[in-house]
């Protein structure tokens, strides 16, 4: 039986941070800055937490097949655009890949980047081309382009994660006009901590998938709740394609509708970040790329990524390895911007490192 088990799966697979609870035991702390994974600092909205309370009471009860509430919500708060929603944004991601892809067809990556597009694409069967971002991790539009033309569908994340890197509209207009019938599917997770728009483009290309999430300023990590903006021809084969009721609760649905309606809790999060990143990046003894997220994808070198994690995390802050991304050179660490405390430990402990 084990020889049937499929061959892409002897790769590693998805890397999670490690467990902030190791980290504390293993190092001798109360509380670890947990810098790894670019959550909220603020938890999740307060009209959130009170509406999931609520949906809990029918929780006997089957969702709403198709999130007509939340999706409705969604298309209001995004110029009355069509929404779909997903068990986070990866699982949009999978229903979009289940849409266009069949064993053998090519999946353009813009790297390094987010690893989930490349791990969905190989378990629909998809085969991969990975393509480099110049070394500023700018995306050279007109050699992503190229790649792009006869794949399928073709993911560009901007803000990037890791790098932090935004990419103009006007690129991403002339790579989504330029590659025919390949999807571009654009990653916005982070676009809220970004001063970009690019859903006007919808209006013009209609070849553009936009996935967002209430994982990063919305604070909802844990509830998995992704959406995508999308063009109307494409609903409904997203909508036969996907896991039944999305994928999502009827719980994390309610906690998303209420998490939208607070733009209050949004905007403190968002000036939060916005003056620590300026912070981080000011204060930092060792060179960041320019973010326009939550995080900072800084250079550890000559350490190795690996070793400046250990060292961070003796220190009491858990922050992410870049090692496992793809086309990136092993001496990057990402850390998220974090609350007050936990912003103050990641200097000190990146001012140790250095002298360490
Ligand atoms: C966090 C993240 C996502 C989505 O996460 P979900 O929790 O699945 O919604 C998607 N893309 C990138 C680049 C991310 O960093």
Not at 63 to 70: F, G, H, K
Not at 139 to 159: H, N, Q, Y
Not at 278 to 300: I, K, Q, T, W, Y
Request: a negative charge.
């Amino acid at each position: 039986m084990r020889t049937r088990v499929r061959p892409y799966l002897a790769d590693t697979g998805y890397v999670y941070a490690e467990q902030p609870g190791a980290i504390a035991a293993r190092y001798g702390f109360d509380r670890v800055a947990r810098l790894a994974s670019n959550e909220n600092p603020f938890g999740p909205s307060p009209a959130a937490l009170e509406a999931a309370r609520a949906a809990l009471v029918e929780a006997h009860r089957y969702p709403d097949a198709s999130m007509t509430a939340l999706r409705a919500a969604l298309a209001a708060a995004h110029g009355d655009r069509p929404a779909v929603v997903g068990n986070g944004m990866d699982g949009v991601i999978e229903t979009v890949l289940r849409v266009f892809c069949e064993a053998g067809d090519r999946v353009a990556v813009s790297t390094p980047t987010f690893s989930f597009y490349g791990l969905a694409a190989r378990a629909q069967g998809a085969v991969v081309s990975n393509v480099p971002r110049r070394d500023d991790f700018g995306v050279d539009a007109g050699e992503f382009s190229d790649t792009c033309r006869g794949a399928r569908v073709a993911f560009l994340c901007t803000p990037n994660n890791p790098t932090g890197t935004g990419t103009s509209v006007e690129d991403v207009r002339a790579i989504a006009e330029s590659i025919g019938d390949c999807l571009l599917f654009l990653d916005n997770a982070y676009v809220e901590f970004s001063d970009r728009d690019y859903l006007p483009l919808l209006d013009d290309c209609e070849n553009l998938v936009i996935g967002r999430t209430f994982s990063k300023i919305y604070g909802l990590a844990g509830l998995r709740v992704g959406y995508a903006l999308l063009p109307e021809w494409l609903l409904p084969a997203y909508c036969r394609a996907a896991t039944p009721f999305s994928g999502l609760s009827s719980v994390s649905a309610a906690a998303a509708v209420a998490a939208l309606g607070d733009s209050a809790h949004v905007e403190r999060t968002r000036a939060h970040v916005l003056e620590w990143r300026a912070r981080l990046e000011a204060g930092s003894p060792l060179p960041c790329a320019p973010s326009e997220a939550n995080f900072l994808m800084v250079d550890v070198a000559p350490l190795g990524s690996d070793k400046a994690v250990t060292a961070l995390a003796r220190a009491g802050v858990l922050a992410r390895s870049c090692r496992s991304f793809p086309d990136l050179a092993d001496h990057y660490l990402r850390v998220s911007v974090g609350a007050d405390w936990e912003n103050e430990r990641l200097l000190s402990a990146l001012r140790a490192l250095l002298s360490a």
